[in-house]
């Protein structure tokens, strides 16, 4: 199969998802979906923009790098932290540490 390569002057393809082709009512409102949606919404409104329909337009490298950040945003979204506030020994990182092996 020979590969092609686009050129600077040829056009950009585009992939476009059908409406209701992936949303599939509460079945797809999973771990992550508000999260993203609300992100979405964020981008929308902080252009003043009102629309159900988004598009993106990027090079391979900057589209990956835009959804593996929002995957990783995701990945906190339930994450409970504590903050220890009894006395803890301080850790000095220029004392040696003890083998423990």
Same mark, same amino acid.
């Given at each position: 199969m020979k590969k !092609? *390569? #686009?050129?600077s ?6 992939f476009? &998802? !059908?409406?209701?082709s ?6 797809? !409102?999973?771990?992550? =979906? #508000? %999260? $993203?949606l /609300? $992100?979405l919404?964020k &981008? #929308?409104?902080s252009?003043n923009?009102e629309s159900e329909?988004v /598009?993106f337009?990027? %090079?391979?490298? +900057? &589209?990956?790098?835009f959804l593996?950040?929002? &995957?990783k $945003?995701?990945? =906190?979204q339930?994450a409970?932290?504590?903050i220890? $506030?009894e +006395? *803890?020994?301080d =850790?000095?990182?220029?004392s040696? #540490?003890?083998n423990? =092996?």
């Open positions: !092609e *390569t #686009l050129g002057n040829v056009n950009v393809p585009v476009v &998802l !059908e409406r209701g992936q949303y599939k009512g509460e079945i797809s !409102e999973g771990k992550y =979906f #508000l %999260t $993203i /609300g $992100i919404d &981008l #929308l409104a252009n923009i329909k /598009g337009s990027a %090079t391979k490298m +900057d &589209l990956a790098s593996a950040d929002l &995957l $945003i995701t990945e =906190f339930h409970e932290f504590q220890q $506030i +006395d *803890t020994d =850790f000095n990182p220029d040696a #540490l003890p423990k =092996f």
